[in-house]
Each structure stands twice: as C-alpha cells, then as structure tokens.
C-alpha cells in the first residue's frame, strides 16, 4: 500500500530514477473529505468518521434534521419571532457591507439607469400617442 501512495504522489523510483507515474495538477479544489478533516479540527481520524455516513445512519439524521425544522416552525408565536430575529442578525452579520465610495457609485448607477429608463417609456409613450392620432386623427 505504500508503494501505490508513493505512485500516486509521484515519488522516484529508486531503480530508475524516474518518475514512476504522472502527478496530475490540482484542480484548486478542496476535497471534501479534506475539508471534513479540517472541520473536525484534526488529522488524525478514522476513514470511516470521515465518509458520509451511510444506510440507516444517513436516514436517522435526516430525521433528526426534519424533526427539528418541525420543532421551530411549532409552538408559542413569540418564541417563533425571537428564533426569526436571532437568524436574522447571524445572517447580517455575514453580509459584506459597501464603504462610502462604492455606495455613492452604486447610487449613480442606479439613478443614471432609471432616468434612461423613463426617458426610454416617455418616449415610446410619446411615439405610440403620436401615432395613434395620426392613424385615428
């Protein structure tokens, strides 16, 4: 087994004094067992707390999942508002906000956009009225 993870790695062989086998270039992917590991917070794991679980342990985790997804969507309506505003500051707290410049950039944008936009209707409305009277006089 340490000779197929020497291959893979494309280690020299000691005989030869060459490559034993290509070492294809990395995707800039990241695994997603390597992740896990890294999650986990430590390299040293057993492969099988690495993998997905799988069979009836899979199915006993959705269920755990949905049975909590149930929990928050029943009981005392104040309770629910309280958990809704919880997930609603985590989730302001991701967001990325724009400094002084790029927000007055992006107004600019905006205004410019919609005033060519009604120039544009106010012209077609002016255009199709223009037509109207002189098919209909």
Do not use: C
């Not at 020497?6 to 990241?30: F, L």
């Amino acid at each position: 087994m340490g000779d197929e993870r020497d291959i893979r790695r494309g280690v020299h062989d000691a005989d030869q004094g060459e490559p034993a086998a290509a070492v294809s270039r990395p995707s800039g992917k990241r695994s997603s067992r390597r992740t896990r590991v890294e999650a986990a917070g430590s390299d040293s794991g057993s492969v099988a707390t690495l993998d997905r679980p799988s069979g009836k342990a899979a199915k006993a985790g959705k269920g755990k999942q949905a049975a909590k997804k149930a929990d928050k969507g029943s009981g005392n309506p104040i309770q629910r508002l309280i958990i809704f505003l919880r997930e609603v500051v985590a989730e302001l707290r991701k967001v990325i906000w724009p400094n002084r410049n790029q927000m007055v950039t992006y107004t600019v944008v905006v205004l410019v956009f919609v005033i060519f936009t009604v120039a544009f209707i106010a012209g077609l409305d002016i255009a199709f009225t223009q037509g109207v009277n002189w098919l209909f006089g």
